[in-house]
């Protein structure tokens, strides 16, 4: 497993846009063979702050996602909502283990 949280901070006059672009992006993501999960979630005391959580079942798995046509999409679609470049950290999974990822129904 490799987990993804991807640091975005949005211009305040994007913050709509970036939100119904990024669930657009997440919705499709979840149905990669690759991804186990893909939350994205907004930070409760600065709204421009959002941490998308990308779980991956291999190291293969996150250079295949950036290759399909809806990340691309959001990649183009975001890349002027950014207040700043986005960063991110990779993790590895202590608990739960590899199973205890996936969504029960999408």
Known sequence: ?????????VKADQVEAF????????KESVREPGVARFDVIQQQDDPTRFVLVEVYRSASDPAQHKETSHYQ????AVESMMAEPR???????IF??????D???V
Not at 73 to 76: A, E, G, L, Q, Y
Not at 88 to 93: E, I, P
């Open 1 to 9: 497993m490799v987990i993804v949280h991807v640091h975005v901070h």
């Open 19 to 26: 939100r119904a672009a990024s669930v657009e992006n997440a």
């Open 73 to 76: 999409k959001w990649r183009d």
């Open 87 to 93: 960063s991110s950290v990779k993790y590895t999974n």
């Open 96 to 101: 739960p283990g590899a199973d205890g990822w």
């Open 103 to 105: 969504y029960m129904n």
